[in-house]
């Protein structure tokens, strides 16, 4: 009889492991793949970088930027307020850390290559709806934003407006990356500061 | 037949539990452990070049996502046209399990095939590869 019960408690205990296992395993894909793949198919998982210019001249806090390139292309050149978490690194560690905010959209970028794509899949494949993708990365950036020139004789106010955009982002771009490393973060953070102090107002 | 009159109850959520684990282990869902099915990405392992192609088995097929395919002479009996939002269809999904060799994916646009090479690897299908920097011609 003790025989008995200790056999079905051990495979009692061995059904329970069973059942457990696949949840205590890594972490996996939660999206179904007919939803997933219409889904990063679509054109608006990508920004352009005009959208993005438009978002750091703005000093808009609802989103952040992800440079996947490694530390050494990031230290050398990098967009103002992005963060870098080589993709290697961004796979292997919990996305939770930097994804997990939900009200603030992520935008990865690398050179040009497919490191952006990957990430957002695997973000969005993880449930981190707000992830996309800035499309060219930063070899688009720099044709058009930091190199934009206007050549006719007349301009509208659109066009204007996007001019002026581009040459602000670029500014940024050019003050970022011409300082030390140690620099680049206060700068950001004087930006922010005097962005701050411009907006005025009574508190 | 004693032993199984003594344990049918036990024996049955055994069973149970096993049918329901592989269920949702082989089923047509994501792998468990994303990390482990996206690491050839991480590392640069499914990329191949058109060099890279004669050394492969003789099974290839090879999958355009697109209006052009590589002018590969040796894949043209092997060309398997599809849209990117139909991969998943049941037939096409068969056709890339069931192939021998490597399934290569060729796109216009290479942000296509990486999203289309993390969606089939997450979904546990290995030796697919994307094939990068090759001459292209334009499919009828």
Redesign the interface.
């Known amino acids: 009889m003790k025989i ?1 019960k200790e ?2 408690a051990l ?2 205990l ?3 492991i ?2 457990l ?2 949840l205590t ?5 939660t ?4 939803k ?3 889904e ?2 679509k054109e608006d998982v990508a920004v352009t970088v005009d959208q993005v210019a438009e978002l750091i001249v703005r000093e808009d806090n609802t989103f952040q930027l992800i440079d996947l390139r490694s530390t050494e292309e990031f230290r050398k050149q990098s967009i103002p307020g992005a963060v870098n978490i080589p ?2 690194e961004f ?2 560690k919990d996305p939770e850390t930097w994804l997990g905010n939900k009200n603030i959209r992520t935008i990865f970028y690398t050179t040009e ?3 952006s ?2 990430a ?3 973000a969005r ?2 449930g981190y709806d707000n992830s996309y ?1 800035m499309e060219g990365g930063i070899t688009e950036w720099i044709a058009t934003v930091m190199e934009t020139k206007f050549t006719g004789e007349r301009i509208t106010a659109r066009e204007n407006a996007l001019f002026e955009t581009r040459r602000r982002a670029g500014e940024m771009f050019t003050e970022l990356n011409s300082l030390p490393d140690s620099l680049k973060t206060k700068f950001l953070e004087s930006k922010k500061f005097s962005a701050k102090k411009l907006d005025g107002g009574c508190e | 037949m004693k032993f199984l009159r ?2 049918w109850l ?2 049955s ?2 069973l ?3 049918i ?2 592989m269920i ?2 082989y089923s ?9 099915w ?2 050839p ?3 640069g392992s499914n990329i191949i070049t058109e060099d890279q192609i004669p050394a492969m088995s003789s099974d290839i097929l090879l999958i355009t996502l697109g209006n052009e395919a590589p002018a590969i002479e040796l894949l043209q009996d092997k060309i398997l046209k599809l849209n ?2 139909s ?2 269809e049941k037939t096409n999904l068969s056709l890339i399990r069931k192939n021998k060799g490597p399934v290569i994916l060729f796109a216009d646009d ?10 089939l690897s ?2 546990g299908i290995k030796n697919i590869f ?1 094939l990068q920097d090759v001459h292209k011609n334009v499919l009828p």
């Open positions: 008995r056999f079905s495979l009692l061995l059904s329970l069973l059942a296992l696949p395993a890594n972490r996996s894909f999206a179904k793949p007919g997933l793949l219409p990063i198919l993709y290697p796979i292997k290559d497919t490191d794509d990957y957002l899949v695997y494949g993880l993708v | 003594h344990y036990v024996l959520i055994t149970l539990a096993v329901l684990v949702r282990t047509h869902n994501f792998r468990y452990d994303a990390v482990r996206a690491e990405s991480a590392a990117p939002e991969i998943l290479n942000s296509v095939s990486a999203r289309v090479w993390m969606v997450e979904m994307i």
